[in-house]
C-alpha cells in the first residue's frame, strides 16, 4: 500500500528557513574594464564603482532581518560588508581568513597572459587538472571549498532559522554553490559571479537550496 503524499512531507521542516546573502565584492582596482587577474590573497581595494556596486547590494538588504554580516578579512570583501553594516549597527559582524578567495600562490596578481608567459608548464598542468592541481604556493579547488563550507555550516548553525549576509569573492562563491547544488568542482565555471552579485541560498533541515543566483539589478529579487 503506498502512503498518502501528505504524510510523507512534513510543511515545518521546508519552512524553517536559514537565509544566506551570499555576495561577491565590488570591483577591484587592477580589474578594471573587465581585464581578469589572479588576486587570489592579494589585498587589492575596491575602486569608487565597487563601492557602487556594493551599495546597491546593501540598499537591496536594508530592510531584510539580518542577524549577522560577515566577510572574509580581505579589504575588497571587508568593505562591502562594511557598507551593509551600516544599516545595521547592532548586528554581529566578524571576518574570516578561510573566506579568502582560492589562494593563487606564485600566480597572485597577474593576468591569464601573463601566467602562460611566465609559467607555462604550471598554466598547462593547472588547466589539464584545474579540480585537483595546486598552483606552486597555493592551494586546489578541493581544499579551498572545504575550508569555506565549513565556515558557512557553522553561520548556518549559528543562525538557525535567521537571514545573514556573506561577502566573499568570486572563486569560493562558486565553489560555494557547487556545495549547495551537489555539482562535482568540474563545473565550478559553468555560472557567473561578477562584481557585486547577490545570491540567495536557503537551508532548510533537511537540505538546501539556491533561490536566487548571480543577481546585479540593484533590487531585491523576490
Known amino acids: 500500500m503506498t502512503k498518502r503524499i501528505d504524510t510523507l512531507w512534513d ?6 528557513i536559514t537565509r ?4 561577491r565584492h565590488g570591483e577591484t582596482v587592477n580589474t578594471q574594464g573587465d ?4 588576486n587570489g590573497h592579494l589585498d ?3 575602486t569608487s564603482e565597487g563601492e557602487a556596486q556594493l551599495k546597491r547590494v546593501a540598499e537591496c538588504l536594508k530592510s531584510r532581518p539580518l542577524r549577522g554580516i560577515y566577510s572574509s578579512d580581505l579589504k575588497r570583501a571587508r568593505k562591502g560588508a562594511e557598507l551593509i553594516a551600516h ?7 566578524d571576518e574570516f581568513p578561510n573566506l579568502r578567495e582560492v589562494k593563487q600562490g606564485i600566480w597572485e596578481g597577474l593576468t ?3 601566467v602562460w608567459e611566465k609559467y607555462p608548464d604550471e598554466a598547462r598542468k593547472k588547466f589539464e587538472d584545474y579540480v585537483t592541481y595546486r598552483i606552486p604556493g597555493g592551494e586546489n ?4 571549498q572545504e575550508r569555506a563550507v565549513t565556515i558557512i555550516t557553522q553561520l548556518v548553525e549559528r543562525h538557525a532559522e535567521e537571514e545573514f549576509a556573506v561577502v566573499a569573492h568570486g572563486g569560493i562563491n562558486s565553489l560555494i554553490i557547487c556545495w549547495v547544488l551537489g555539482l562535482d568542482l568540474h563545473n565550478v565555471f559553468n555560472f557567473r559571479q561578477d562584481f557585486g552579485a547577490l545570491n540567495v541560498i536557503e537551508f532548510f533541515e533537511d537540505g538546501k537550496s539556491l533561490r536566487v543566483l548571480n543577481n546585479t539589478c540593484g ?3 523576490f
Not at 88 to 93: E, K, L
Not at 141 to 144: H, K, P, Q, S, T
Open 44 to 46: 587589492v581595494d575596491v
Open 11 to 16: 510543511p515545518t521542516k521546508f519552512y524553517a
Open 141 to 144: 579547488l578541493i581544499e579551498a
Open 87 to 93: 544599516y545595521f549597527p547592532d548586528v554581529q559582524r
Open 20 to 23: 544566506l546573502y551570499l555576495i
Open 112 to 114: 591569464l597572459k601573463e
Open 219 to 221: 533590487k531585491f529579487p
Open 35 to 38: 581585464a581578469f587577474r589572479y
